[in-house]
């Protein structure tokens, strides 16, 4: 959904729309959509900046980092984007730390459907985890842990650290 400045009403501009987006679209590789994303974006122009406010809601399917079983995940995040026009962006090195999050648009024309995708992308954890406690797998027998205890018994040694066994004796005596 292309959006000409030029065009935009004065009193600026609500979409509420849902997107269907190809998962492969995800910077995140497995993850799934399970909904479509819902938006509500709000577009005014004030002289050649550009407001963005909008909403997105959707839920994804993830693999959990440790443990490896898909788990839903599910986003409602709220965001507020000031675009410049692609001019201004030869200038961006004079801005102060306050503008750096503005963006810039060009042949004056924004793309809404990337700025709604953009924003899913950035909810995304780091690394996609189930639940914050999640214990991942067994490293013997590969059991999820969190569906109950498997009665493998790992006692291996680094031997990386015997040599800090010695600080451990002196502090009994």
Not at 118 to 140: I, K
């Amino acid at each position: 959904m292309i959006i000409d400045i030029d065009k935009l009403p004065k009193d600026g501009l609500e979409l509420r729309r849902n997107f269907d987006f190809p998962s492969l679209d995800l910077v995140e590789e497995d993850a799934v959509f399970l909904q479509p994303v819902q938006t509500e974006v709000s577009i005014k122009r004030v002289d050649e900046e550009v407001w963005i406010k909008g909403r997105v809601k959707t839920v994804l399917s993830f693999i959990c980092g440790r443990c490896l079983a898909p788990f839903e995940f599910p986003v409602d995040s709220k965001f507020d984007l000031v675009f410049l026009p692609e001019e201004m962006q030869e200038l961006k090195e004079e801005f102060d730390d306050q503008d750096a999050d503005r963006l810039f648009y060009q042949s004056r024309r924004i793309d809404v459907r990337e700025v709604i995708l953009e924003q899913l992308n950035l909810t995304f954890p780091a690394r996609p985890l189930c639940s914050p406690g999640c214990e991942g797998l067994c490293a013997v027998c590969g059991k999820i842990r969190r569906e109950g205890a498997c009665g493998c018994q790992v006692k291996e040694k680094d031997a990386r650290l015997e040599p800090l066994k010695i600080l451990r004796k002196d502090k009994r005596k």
